[in-house]
């Protein structure tokens, strides 16, 4: 069964990794966490998606910086340095022995509340740090095989509603989008902002290539991505002009090629948005050049 940019090879390994849950480690089966815990009963939380290469996570500060800045703006005390955090993070990947193809989901939340309220002042205990790291290789064919997209109902929101700026635990209208692509026959939906220009995807960025640019949303209404951010930044660095402007899905339907970003798959192609053929269907030579300098970048961080 594919999972659009988030196909994966499963592995048996998995059944036998430790998680880290406010800093012990559990058996996968045995690591959960309280029923009163802010993050299972209120989504109240910020988290962070790793990957590992060559022993080393990709980026780290990076996305320390960014889980950081989302606890700060919901008020979350982590209760742990960067350089705390970052050695219970590679201590987890030392207890089972992970080196590459690695994913890790590093969950923040706000606690255990005495009560099911959303007051944060009924939270009765310090922050709650989960660590989850899997085996997990991205399917090499996403790479090569274009992905689907269907534009979805549900916008991406205000910054006074919901800031899509936030990494946070609340990601209904992401679920939403994604079961309305799926029961669309798409891989993955393609979210508007409310003027009615492209967005971003569900869980993953969007770009266009038109006529040798690369286009991206104006990041107004989505995640700061740090994927995207690198593609950006390569594409700066490589004289290839990159723009992060408004469009409508007009430009999309005529461009050339397209492609999403994340941490876990890095880019991935689209062929078809809305049942259109995008550029020829298949991957094309920016993706393929934007994909070798993503991977080269990835090689230099970890080294």
Known sequence: MSYGSHAYIPDPRNEGVLFNVNGDLLPRDKAVVNVFD??????????EGLRVHGGKIAFLQDHLDRLWEGAAAL??????????LTGR?????????????????????????????????????????VIAPEFKKANPKTAENPLSLYTVSVRRG??????????????????TACIQAIKAGADEGLMLDPQGFVATCNSTHFFIVRGGEVWTSSGDYCLGG????????????NNIPVYEKNFSLMKCYS?????????????????????RKIGSGERGRMVKRLQDLYLELIHSDAA
């Open 89 to 129: 993070l590679y201590e987890t990947l030392s207890a089972n022995d992970m080196t590459e193809d690695v994913h890790i989901r590093l969950m923040l939340t706000r606690g255990l509340r005495s009560t099911p309220y959303q007051d944060p002042r009924v939270v009765i205990s310090k922050a709650t740090i």
């Open 255 to 275: 461009a050339d090629e397209a492609f999403t970003t994340g941490t876990f798959a890095g880019l991935a192609p689209v062929g078809e948005i809305d049942g």
């Open 75 to 84: 008020d979350i005390d982590i209760g742990l340095s960067q350089e705390a």
């Open 38 to 47: 802010s993050g299972f009963m209120l989504g109240d939380g910020v988290w």
């Open 158 to 175: 205000r910054a006074d509603v919901q800031d899509p700026g936030l990494n946070s635990h609340s990601k209904i209208n992401c679920i």
């Open 226 to 237: 740090i994927t995207r951010r690198k593609i950006i930044d390569l594409c700066k660095a």
